[in-house]
């Protein structure tokens, strides 16, 4: 199971990115993906998560109306769509794989990919 974040940088308040995290070795359908994130000095924390097998989706309440997920299935590839980007949205973003999470507990969540720094800044 391996997972590959990227498409972090740096953006200006208001601002969008998408990132990705492509998954190898899994079939998406058997497992969910989350993305957390990860500010200095700060604990790690879920962010958002889809379910492969049925689409259903969860979003921290900070990121609600703003980020959406969802996945490509011929890329094996799981989006996050980061509209009206805030400062405090600043952190390390990492995606991860579970068979059976509690949405974005990440205790629930076995593979984890290397973060994608996203930094949002004037």
């Known amino acids: 199971v391996q997972l590959q974040a990227s498409g972090g940088g740096l953006v200006q308040p208001g601002g969008s990115l998408r990132l990705s995290c492509a998954v190898s070795?899994?079939?998406?359908?058997?497992?969910?993906i989350g993305w957390f994130h990860q500010a200095p000095g700060k604990e790690r924390e879920g962010v958002s998560c889809?379910?492969?097998?049925?689409?259903?989706?969860y979003y921290a309440d900070s990121v609600k109306g703003r980020f959406t997920i969802f996945i490509d299935n011929a890329k094996n590839t799981v989006y996050l769509q980061m509209n009206s980007l805030k400062p405090e949205d600043t952190a390390v973003y990492y995606c991860?794989?579970?068979?059976?999470?509690?949405?974005?507990?990440?205790?629930?969540?076995?593979?984890w990919g290397q973060g994608t720094q996203v930094t949002v800044s004037s």
């Open positions: 889809i379910s492969g097998s049925d689409g259903s989706t």
């Open positions: 070795g899994f079939t998406l359908d058997d497992y969910a």
């Open positions: 991860a794989a579970g068979i059976s999470p509690t949405w974005i507990d990440p205790v629930g969540y076995d593979s």
